[in-house]
C-alpha cells in the first residue's frame, strides 16, 4: 500500500512538473475553485497541505534554477565582452523591479478588457526598451524580461543556431 501511495505521488509530481512548464494547463484554481493540490489530495487520498508543499517547493526550486541559469548566461556575457558588469546587474535589478511591478498590478491587469490589457503591455514594452537604451543594453538582452521573445525564443549570445 506504501507502495502505491508513493508512486502515485510521485505522478503527481510529476503532473506537476508539467504543469509548471505549461504543458497541462496552469497551477492555478480552475473554473470551479478547485486547486491542482486539491484535485490530487482528492484523487490520491492523500493529505492536501502536503500535496501544496510540495507544488510551492517544486516552483521554488524552478525558480531559483531560472533564475542561476540567467545569472551565468549574463556571466558569459560579460567575460565575452557583449555587456558589462554594470549592465549585468542594471538588467538583474531591473528584473527584480518588473517582478515587483507585476506583482503590484496584478489584479489591475485582471481587471482590464483585451484592448487596455494590450495597451499597457506596449506601454511596459517601449518603456523597457527606452530603459535598455538609456543603459547602452542590446535589445536582444529585452526577450529576458518576457515579451516579444518569449520561452522558446532565441537567447542572447545564440543568435538563431
Do not use: C
Not at 514594452?125 to 542590446?138: P, V
Amino acid at each position: 500500500m506504501a507502495i502505491k501511495k508513493t508512486l502515485l505521488l510521485a505522478g503527481a509530481i510529476a503532473t506537476i512538473g508539467l504543469a509548471s512548464f505549461g504543458v497541462i494547463g496552469p497551477v492555478a484554481a480552475d473554473t470551479n475553485g478547485n486547486s491542482l493540490a486539491d484535485k490530487i489530495a482528492t484523487r490520491f487520498n492523500i493529505n492536501q497541505d502536503e500535496v501544496q508543499d510540495v507544488i510551492d517547493q517544486h516552483r521554488d526550486d524552478m525558480k531559483a534554477k531560472h533564475q542561476e541559469k540567467l545569472e551565468e548566461r549574463l556571466s558569459k556575457a560579460v567575460e565575452d565582452g557583449n555587456i558589462t558588469e554594470e549592465q549585468k546587474t542594471k538588467i538583474l535589478e531591473k528584473l527584480d523591479q518588473l517582478k515587483q511591478d507585476r506583482e503590484a498590478n496584478k489584479d489591475k491587469v485582471q481587471n482590464m478588457t483585451q484592448e487596455e490589457r494590450k495597451a499597457f503591455m506596449e506601454e511596459k514594452r517601449n518603456e523597457l526598451k527606452t530603459w535598455a537604451e538609456e543603459n547602452g543594453i542590446d535589445q536582444e538582452y529585452l526577450h529576458i524580461f518576457g515579451g516579444h521573445h518569449g520561452h522558446g525564443g532565441p537567447g542572447f549570445g545564440d543568435k538563431h543556431q
